[in-house]
T-cell receptor
């Protein structure tokens, strides 16, 4: 499984945008970039995923570099509820079975 | 609400006891997974299933068994619990690489 590298922690103020980076220099052409987050004492929650183009949904935006070796999860206006651990994960779309391999993620702290 | 349901939510076992954790999903997903999460760490895959009647080992399968007799249910068994199996267990399900995973809320297991 291709690896991802994320900062251990980041801080933000409420209502400000947050950019969470992820490096995946060994990404293959068929790897999807997935983001999940885990709020305290809860199971992981799907946030967004993409392959080549930037993606937007109601939770966040995903910006993917042109060479696909890095990506950025963008929370447009952080709230206290966005304080969580964010995981960037690569998932091979070319195999019949796919599994998520979790790293340690980025712990996002949001201050009022 | 549609999603992944895990039972029980909490359990304390004595060393050597056995138990079964139940995961049920009502989204008609093909793939189901069991993960464990130890304090301060990411999730590690125990076993998974690519369809009814199939199971396979993940990265930390020792001490666990699984069964998928019905598409909607994925059972995780501990035949002889050990303190090293104290952890939070998460179940997840999905369709294919182009879909996100849905996780359950977890089972917190303590083995004394």
């Amino acid at each position: 499984d291709a690896k991802t590298t994320q900062p251990n922690s980041m801080e933000s103020n409420e209502e400000e945008p947050v950019h969470l980076p992820c490096n995946h220099s060994t990404i293959s052409g068929t790897d999807y970039i997935h983001w999940y987050r885990q709020l305290p004492s809860q199971g992981p929650e799907y946030v967004i995923h993409g392959l080549t183009s930037n993606v937007n949904n109601r939770m966040a935006s995903l910006a993917i570099a042109e060479d696909r070796k890095s990506s950025t999860l963008i929370l447009h206006r952080a709230t206290l509820r966005d304080a969580a651990v964010y995981y960037c994960i690569l998932r091979d779309g070319n195999t019949g079975f796919q599994k998520l391999v979790f790293g340690t993620g980025t712990r996002l702290l949001v201050s009022p | 609400n549609a999603g992944v349901t895990q039972t029980p939510k909490f359990r304390v076992l004595k060393t050597g006891q056995s138990m079964t954790l139940l995961c049920a999903q009502d989204m008609n997903h093909e793939y189901m997974y069991w993960y464990r999460q130890d304090p301060g760490m990411g999730l590690r895959l125990i076993h998974y299933s690519v369809g009814e009647g199939t199971t396979a080992k993940g990265e930390v399968p020792d001490g666990y068994n699984v069964s998928r007799l019905k598409k909607q249910n994925f059972l995780l068994g501990l035949e002889s619990a050990a303190p090293s199996q104290t952890s939070v267990y998460f179940c997840a399900s999905t369709w294919t690489a182009n879909y996100g995973y849905t996780f359950g809320s977890g089972t917190r297991l303590t083995v004394v």
